[in-house]
């Protein structure tokens, strides 16, 4: 008989020695490809998804709401036609509640998996459990939490009667005093290049799976930012000082985040010192902090670049301010499909319009068009990018 394949929980970051499982994203004894995501899991820092070795029938091993160790088997894939175990039955774990008194009641009596910083912001929003069980999912996160909470909890937006002004929420007035200034001492100019993606996307895919994390364009292009430092580092100078623009070490790139009262620029040090995978990380971890307005001070500091996304469908192209104290900025808009012709028959093929707002104090155009020709070529053979993972 064939041997099932075993699906280990990977170590995902260096700190956590177990994680939760949150909830399977596929049924058990399901058909499965080779890269499928099988199961979502909680680290301290993310959620990340552990993906199919290979193809087969996914057998759960581990139940929803249950911690697993690093190295435990989280399921098994039973290649096609053969038994699911030596026995030849299979009997899925049942699903239980974190921080219920018992691991190991079914999910029918004892409710949906409240996830550990659910529970904690419940406790601190004053949100019931009944509420929570209202809601009718399998796993409550601290989103849905936020939903159901006292309005006096929940992020609003004041909307003036019969056209009287309001104060700004706190984020926003922080953008349009940043927007004010930029344009105010910043003498930009912007050049756009189109950039096929197809090779970009397919790469995203391998690496995805080697370093089990999110891997796409965004992170593709925060690498390729951190590996054209040493050949431009004009474009990673300071200029608080204009008339004395200095070089500054390292590429520490900022990219935006719409937290709901405005932009956000959470950074990812040293891209230019860090592996895909290192990269891909980080950025999991500030898109779920900027999810749950954990951005603190050290981690909104210190860039010298910006990536400015519009991922939105149907935008173009997007024409980002630079930002005071930096010297450029580089936009990355919605990825595009076209029809062109290739040896006289029509093809399908991913582009975006990338985008770079550059201070003329310190590059001059020939510079920018340099800069951002050589982004388009890492992110059009993407190669390199993808064996740094």
């Known amino acids: 008989m064939r041997s099932a394949n075993e699906v280990r ?11 939760v499982v949150l909830e399977w994203l596929v049924q058990d004894g399901a058909a499965v490809a080779e890269g499928d995501a099988l199961v979502a899991v909680e680290t301290s820092k993310a959620v990340e998804e552990i993906a199919a070795p290979s193809a087969g029938r996914a057998m759960h ?8 160790r690093v190295g435990e088997i989280v399921a098994r894939i039973v290649p096609e036609g053969a038994a699911a175990d030596d026995s030849g039955t299979h009997q899925p774990p049942a699903a239980v509640v974190l921080g219920a008194e ?14 550990e910083p659910a529970r904690r912001l419940a406790e601190e929003l004053g949100v019931s459990t009944a509420a929570l069980h ?5 796993v409550i996160r601290a989103d849905d939490v936020r939903a159901v909470a006292p309005a006096a909890h929940r992020p609003t937006v004041a909307v003036a009667p019969h056209g009287e002004p309001v104060r700004l929420p706190r984020g926003q007035a922080a953008v ?11 003498p930009a100019a912007f050049l756009v290049m189109e950039v096929g993606v197809d090779a970009a996307v397919a790469a995203s895919r391998v690496a995805r799976r080697r370093v089990r994390a999110m891997v796409g364009l965004t992170e593709l292009t925060v690498l390729a930012l951190g ?3 040493a050949d431009f580092p004009w474009a990673f100078a300071g200029t608080d000082d204009p008339s004395a623009p200095r070089v500054r070490p390292g590429a520490h790139v900022g990219v935006t985040v719409d937290v709901g009262s405005g932009l956000a620029v959470p ?8 592996t895909l995978g290192q990269v891909a990380a980080r950025l999991t971890e500030l898109r779920q902090r900027s999810q749950h307005a954990r951005l603190s001070e050290n981690i909104l500091r210190g860039a010298n670049i910006t990536l400015a996304l519009a991922p939105e469908d149907g935008v173009v192209f997007s024409r980002p301010l630079v930002p005071p104290g930096q010297a450029c900025v580089v936009s990355l808009p919605a990825v595009q499909e076209r029809c062109v012709l290739e040896d006289g028959q029509p093809r399908a093929r991913r582009v975006v319009h990338l985008g770079l707002a550059y201070d003329h104090r310190v590059l001059n155009g020939r510079e920018a068009a340099a800069f951002l020709t050589g982004l388009r070529g890492l992110l059009e053979a993407p190669e390199a990018l993808v064996d740094d993972a």
């Open 227 to 229: 590996r054209l430092r």
């Open 61 to 68: 091993a581990v139940a929803a709401g249950q911690r697993c």
């Open 267 to 274: 950074v990812v040090p040293d891209a230019d010192r860090a």
């Open 102 to 115: 018992s691991t190991d009641r079914p999910a029918a009596a004892a409710g949906p998996v409240i996830t």
């Open 176 to 186: 349009a005093a940043t927007a004010a200034r930029s344009h105010l001492e910043i």
């Open 9 to 19: 929980a990977p170590r995902l970051n260096t700190l956590d020695e177990d994680y």
């Open 134 to 138: 209202a809601l009718g999912k399998a």
